[in-house]
């Protein structure tokens, strides 16, 4: 007889973090990396979210998993760690735009949960929760802010990666997400994790990781953060193991 007890999923989900952060000098995320929440409030039905399928432990497992990874944020790990969890400007101001866009569209959102007989109380929770995260990166300096010789070797790794954008679907954003990682890399002389559940993201990072040839625990990509109870129609591999794709003709080496 199995006496073990079924893994909390938030606790999984935050528990891998936590070993990422400890084996990497800076983490980066991107609002993908956050489970589900901005899904589950109707901003990115375009990214595959099966709302007709949200339940009601969606939502609080993805309030908790938001609230576990704030705390990350706030250098306060299981035993008091520091960690270098934080990310960019420009994934900084997407989050803000998203907050904005909530209040605009939380009716939308509220309408859709109660239609799955989901308490607007718990999404109100939720709301509140992925502020207070955009409060915290603002304030408490977990926005990356790099040398003038770190600013112009990611000008270099924008350029010459801007091409991925459409071999793996990327906007913006993710250009700037990976060129901030492999800056901190080659210029920095630091190791760095980028945090992302967007599976065009995770490839193009191996990609690049595999150009530059760096190992993983120099720029590792790392994703599965949704707890299991998240409906996502796509659920990435802890593993991607597609074949290497052929180079793009408009990358540049630096």
């Known amino acids: 007889m199995n006496n073990m007890e079924a893994s909390d999923p938030v606790d999984d989900s935050i528990n891998k973090i936590v070993e990422i952060a400890r084996s990497y000098d800076i983490v980066l ?27 009601v432990t969606d939502v609080h497992e ?3 998993f938001l609230q ?14 520091k960690y270098g969890i934080c990310t960019t400007d420009i994934i900084l101001s997407e989050l803000k735009g998203t907050a904005i866009e909530k209040f605009k569209n939380k009716g939308k ?19 509140r929760a992925e502020n207070r995260l955009v409060s915290i990166l603002q304030n408490e300096g977990k926005v990356l802010s790099f040398s003038a010789e770190e600013k112009a070797t990611y000008n270099v790794c924008k350029r010459a990666y801007t091409g991925l954008q459409t071999v793996y679907r990327l906007n913006y954003p993710d250009i700037n997400f990976l060129s901030s990682g492999l800056a901190i890399v ?16 995770i490839e193009a990072g191996r990609y690049i990781a595999r150009n530059e040839v760096l190992a993983p625990a120099q720029l590792g990509m790392y994703g599965s953060f949704l707890p299991k109870g998240i409906p996502m129609r796509e659920h990435i591999p802890e593993c991607i193991t597609k074949d290497e794709k052929k180079r793009p003709s408009s990358i540049v080496s630096f």
């Open 29 to 55: 995320f991107d609002p993908t990396s956050l489970g589900g929440v901005l899904e589950i409030l109707g901003l990115r039905e375009k990214r595959n979210f099966d709302y007709d399928n949200l339940r």
């Open 62 to 64: 993805s309030e908790a």
């Open 68 to 81: 576990s990874f704030i705390e990350l944020v706030r250098f306060r790990g299981p035993n008091r760690e």
């Open 109 to 127: 959102a509220v309408d859709k949960c109660m239609r799955n007989k989901i308490p607007h109380e718990a999404v109100e929770r939720l709301i």
């Open 186 to 201: 080659l210029e920095g002389n630091k190791s760095c994790a980028l945090l992302s559940n967007d599976i065009g993201v």
